[in-house]
């Protein structure tokens, strides 16, 4: 099998870790250890630091301990823990997803531009990949009738991805519901890749996950993006047992299991979902007024549309097309980070996120502030 370069984490990797003004970081703020801890502790569990530290690293349980995975389950109405694997991240959760589900051959359709992993994957098993233009014209709304013209009686398998990396563009329960029914239809599958379910920057309920809207459809999430946890690297599949069972034989070839103080801490997180996602809805609100403001003193060299939810936007550069320049000398002059459209083979566009620390955005935003009226 031969994979594509992974533009967007080939550029990440090589700049993030030496860089003071990640603005092209896509996760909110991310919790201390001591901070998770002492959430347990204001919630019933006086005690948890002690059971950590008597935790035996061994070995977790290759589905995840039943333990975290009922918990994944009460966020997903209908759902058990056979209804539940747990991964390495979102992203080893698409991969199983992708090979139990996709062959040489079949057609798979996926939002475009996209995280590249969601159609990249399926190229390389050699499945013919249609791309769903998620339109600028359109407010990065989804069409689904768009979608009507790129079905065929080989697909397969029909991604969403909302909020939608990189634009924040949504796709509403009604428009999921769509999509389902003529995946329903001609016999194919629906992916929905929720990594950052329930950010919503305008308080207005979003989408909720597609596996409580129909149990025949699958649900991906992360504890990276929307908990303020990457570093755990854990990420679950929702969907049918049998699924969940036949995504559970590949996991055996690739990572085997999660690690057991990943899952201890993850659990700690999961319960206490609502009370994380309504910090994330805190921060990204505050954090984002201040890149919109900065977004609109700019509109002379940009087109933006402002993110209806999520941590990312993605403005079109106005005087070059060149986003990996343009980037490069942001990196160069003022040690500021973004991510060029190229990353995501839309060039003339750059991604920018906002959840991060909001003193690091505000000097990383005055930073790229003197390097654009630098260039006056």
């Not at 109405?77 to 079949?106: C, K, M, S």
């Not at 809207?213 to 946890?229: E, P, Q, R």
């Not at 973004?338 to 995501?344: D, I």
């Amino acid at each position: 099998m031969q994979i594509r370069t992974f533009l967007v984490e080939r550029w990440m990797s090589t700049y993030e870790n030496d860089i003071r003004f990640n603005l092209a970081e896509s996760s909110i703020k991310q919790l201390t250890l001591d901070e998770l801890l002492s959430l347990a502790e204001q919630n019933g569990a006086p005690d948890i630091r002690r059971r950590m530290h008597r935790l035996v690293l061994t070995y977790d349980e290759t589905r995840g301990t039943r333990e975290l995975r009922e918990a994944i389950a009460t966020h997903y109405p209908g759902a058990t823990a056979e209804n539940v694997l747990v991964t390495n991240g979102a992203i080893e959760a698409n991969y199983l997803l992708f090979h139990t589900l996709v062959r040489p051959g079949d057609t798979v359709i996926t939002p475009f531009p996209a995280y590249q992993q969601l159609y990249s994957v399926a190229e390389a098993i050699g499945a013919n990949v249609k791309h769903w233009e998620i339109k600028e014209e359109n407010g990065y709304v989804p069409d689904v009738a768009d979608l009507d013209a790129l079905l065929d009686d080989r697909t397969r398998l029909i991604v969403v991805n909302t909020p939608h990396n990189p634009t924040g563009g949504v796709f509403t329960e009604e428009q999921v519901r769509a999509v389902f029914a003529r995946a329903e239809e001609i016999g194919a599958r629906v992916l929905s890749d929720e990594t950052y379910q329930g950010i919503s920057l305008d308080e207005k309920p979003l989408c909720p996950p597609a596996y409580s809207l129909s149990d025949k459809m699958i649900s991906v999430c992360t504890a990276s993006k929307n908990l303020g946890l990457a570093g755990l690297r854990i990420g679950w599949i929702v969907a049918d047992a049998d699924l969940v069972q036949r995504c559970w034989h590949y996991r055996d070839y690739t990572s085997i299991s999660s690690g057991r103080l990943s899952d201890f801490l993850a659990l700690i997180a999961v319960k206490h979902r609502p009370q994380l996602i309504e910090r994330a809805c805190r921060i990204a609100r505050k954090n984002f007024q201040v890149a919109d403001a900065f977004m609109q003193s700019h509109a002379e060299l940009f087109h933006y549309i402002p993110p209806r939810a999520g941590l990312l936007m993605f403005p079109r550069l106005k005087r070059t097309r060149d986003s990996v320049a343009f980037c490069r000398d942001l990196i160069k002059e003022q040690g500021v980070l973004l991510v060029p459209g190229q990353a995501f083979e839309k060039e003339g566009y750059i991604r920018m996120g906002y959840g991060d620390d909001i003193e690091l955005l505000q000097e990383g935003l005055e930073r790229f502030d003197r390097h654009l009226k630098a260039r006056v």
